[in-house]
């Protein structure tokens, strides 16, 4: 799922005289559902003039803008001097997340055969090795922060192997993560220290990638790597720095859905008990469980396009140039596409929901995710009919666009 762009949101009034999205009230870290159901009802397509800068909060405006080509993730093509939040720390390795066609095209080409249903459905095995794992310890444990214990371990391990790091090194990559997942957020609200720490992690990512790299080209293996190394599609081979953004890429926003889907999907069946219930009986529902938790949780919030020309959404005209957030979270909960949206039913269906994006940055990993959100509930709900919530309040990192829990206590009864 593409991050959005570093586009300043601001909080004047727009024209009308209509509310804005106002990114100081504090429910954005304790319910940013309540401010989206806001702009829905008073303000689904809202602009600042003095920032050029759009919001739309409707889910068929967002999709409308997500399937059209005219809208780009590429700052580059716009002459608007807001520039992608990775920009600066990337440089010329930006991924391909923030590229149009035909680099997009191209670079997403060469990394998706690792993606396919067939390759992913191959790891099955793997990812309900690493759950049993790290079920039994959490469960003997009795009390633990579940998503240390599973939420965040999942992932990175899958993705590790993938990509043939060792199991090792894994701690460099949570800290470094952590540094890039704020990096995705508009860097007018991060302070120095942030936006410097985002900075040495990805310097700090390429260097490792690169030695790395280079002993994969010497003695190449059966992993992602080596095959990102040998890939050619149409004769067109991966730049070191291309192969580089793509890894940094994988190991960041990749897995960080994940470890969002997992502990928000985790909480939401613990506020909803009928409907751990409802899984647990009957685990054919597993599937569509997941996409409820992608809907419902929304594990990426928001993302941006920028106008390559003048374009009629709902009752707007965004013109060529003129940035927009999309916020997928707020079309996740849209009365007009869902109905009951605010209520988490693991048998929707059907569930057009915007949790993994749409088009051509449809999130490459989401077969993946799918996969090992699946595998984790289906053996948790099984494992352990009796976990609880162990906190009277749950707390939230901070970040807007990678929406993440800070912390899921949950306890087990033995």
């Not at 520039?83 to 600066?88: L, T």
């Not at 990509?163 to 860097?187: K, M, N, T």
Request: one cysteine or more.
């Amino acid at each position: 799922m593409s991050p959005t762009h570093d586009a300043p949101v601001v909080d004047d009034p727009p024209v009308g005289g209509q509310p804005a999205l106002d990114i100081s009230d504090p429910r954005w870290s304790s319910d940013p559902f309540a401010i989206y159901a806001e702009l829905r009802s008073e303000a689904p397509i809202h602009r600042n003039d003095a920032a050029g800068l759009w919001v739309l909060a409707r889910h068929a405006d967002c999709l409308a803008v997500l399937r059209d080509k005219r809208a780009s993730s590429d700052s580059a093509t716009s002459d608007s001097p807001l520039s992608g939040p990775m920009s600066e720390a990337f440089l010329e390795m930006r991924p391909f997340v923030f590229l149009d066609p035909p680099d997009h095209t191209r670079l997403r080409g060469l990394v998706s055969k690792a993606f396919t249903p067939k390759v992913v459905e191959s790891l099955r095995p793997r990812v309900e090795e690493i759950v049993t794992e790290l079920l039994d310890a959490a469960i003997d444990a009795g009390h633990v922060d579940l998503a240390e214990a599973l939420g965040y371990p999942l992932p990175v391990r899958i993705i590790c192997e993938l990509l043939g790091v060792p199991q090792s090194d894994e701690p460099l990559f949570r800290l470094w993560s952590d540094a890039l997942a704020r990096g995705f957020d508009p860097s007018f609200l991060l302070t120095e220290d942030v936006v410097a720490a985002r900075a040495e992690a990805v310097t700090q990512f390429a260097e490792y990638f690169v030695e790395l790299l280079a002993e994969r080209r010497r003695r190449p293996g059966d992993d992602l790597l080596s095959r990102l190394v040998a890939a050619e599609e149409d004769g067109s081979m991966l730049t070191e720095p291309e192969m580089l953004a793509t890894c940094i890429l994988l190991l960041t926003a990749g897995h960080g859905t994940t470890v969002n889907l997992i502990t928000g999907g985790a909480l939401a069946l613990l506020e909803h008990p009928d409907q751990m219930a409802v899984l647990r009986d009957d685990p054919s529902t597993i599937r569509t469980a997941v996409e409820e938790m992608m809907r419902y949780v929304s594990p990426v919030q928001l993302t941006g396009r920028y106008m390559l020309e003048d374009m009629e959404v709902g009752d707007a005209t965004l013109r060529a140039g003129e940035f927009a957030i999309l916020l997928l979270a707020s079309g996740n909960r849209d009365a007009e596409a869902f109905e009951d949206p605010d209520r988490f039913d693991v048998r929707r269906t059907p569930n057009n929901h915007l949790g993994m994006g749409f088009g051509i940055h449809h999130c490459l990993g989401a077969t993946l995710a799918r996969l090992e959100a699946q595998v984790a509930f289906a053996e948790l709900v099984r494992r352990a009919p009796d976990i609880a919530l162990d906190t009277d309040q749950v707390s939230y990192s901070g970040t807007l666009v990678l929406r993440s829990l800070a912390a899921l206590p949950v306890s087990f009864s033995r």
